[in-house]
């Protein structure tokens, strides 16, 4: 007998980890994204824009054009992340950073772009909309920092560029200005996508210079695991970044 419960004892634990074993086949071995956000940083940003063709008036000031535009953006913070008990492990930077534990994570930002500008502008209205693409390269380094550990990566991607905004015309040197942006790349390990938007108001120096003042977002991701045709085993990033945006305008 007592052979015979020995024998359903270790049965039972056999058993049990085969249920383990296949429990954890079945979540695909997935880790815990890195998602990181900071609402409390100031955003600079530089574009300079060379007219072509007809220019109706001060290059500083709204109006209708073709112009090939040149920016460099940029944004730098941190924030904290937590990983429950329950979820899978973080993996970056060549380190695996297991559940449960805090996470700190400082990143730092840059894009910059190349495109061909069409703008109209309506003097009558003070009103106008305008159409941007070309090319672009996003840079983000990210570092994470664990109870007894720490990794950093810097990642990078080139892609295509997309934008669209409207104007409104404040006054006779200023203006209101929207603008969304989205940035893809073919790369699922470096910077594979980046959204922005910017809400903010112009004011003209003179005829070839300007100064920007508003509220701007960003949004980065690396695909990584998430990827269908990636074999990473690398954590998916997500770094958010708003806050108030500076800018100067140089127009030519």
Not at 61 to 72: D, N, R
Not at 174 to 191: H, K
Not at 233 to 247: E, F, K, Q, T
């Amino acid at each position: 007998m007592a052979g015979r419960e020995v024998s359903v004892k270790i049965g039972l634990r056999l058993v049990a980890v085969l249920v383990a074993l296949g429990l954890a086949g079945c979540t695909g071995g997935r880790t815990t994204n890195i998602d990181v956000q900071d609402s409390s940083i100031v955003l600079p940003a530089v574009r300079v824009a060379i007219d072509f063709g007809e220019r109706p008036g001060p290059p500083a000031q709204l109006h209708t054009s073709h112009a090939v535009e040149l920016g460099v953006s940029a944004a730098k913070g941190s924030d904290t992340l937590s990983i429950a008990p329950s979820q899978g492990p973080v993996v970056f930077g060549g380190e695996t950073f297991a559940a449960p534990q805090e996470l700190r994570a400082e990143f730092d930002f840059r894009f910059i772009e190349l495109a061909y500008r069409y703008r109209w502008f309506s003097e009558r209205r003070g009103l106008g909309f305008e159409a941007l693409a070309g090319l672009a390269h996003a840079q983000l380094g990210l570092r994470l920092f664990g109870a007894t550990q720490v990794a950093a990566e810097r990642l990078e991607g080139t892609g295509v560029v997309v934008s669209v905004g409207t104007m409104f015309r404040l006054w006779p040197s200023g203006s209101l200005q929207l603008r969304g942006s989205g940035f893809a790349s073919t790369t699922s390990e470096g910077v594979s996508s980046v959204g922005r938007y910017e809400v903010a108001v112009e004011q003209a120096l003179g005829r070839q210079a300007a100064i920007r003042a508003g509220y701007a977002g960003w949004n980065i991701r690396s695909r990584r695991e998430h990827d269908d045709l990636s074999s990473s085993n690398r954590s998916p990033i997500r770094v958010r970044a708003n806050g108030p945006m500076l800018g100067l305008i140089l127009a030519f």
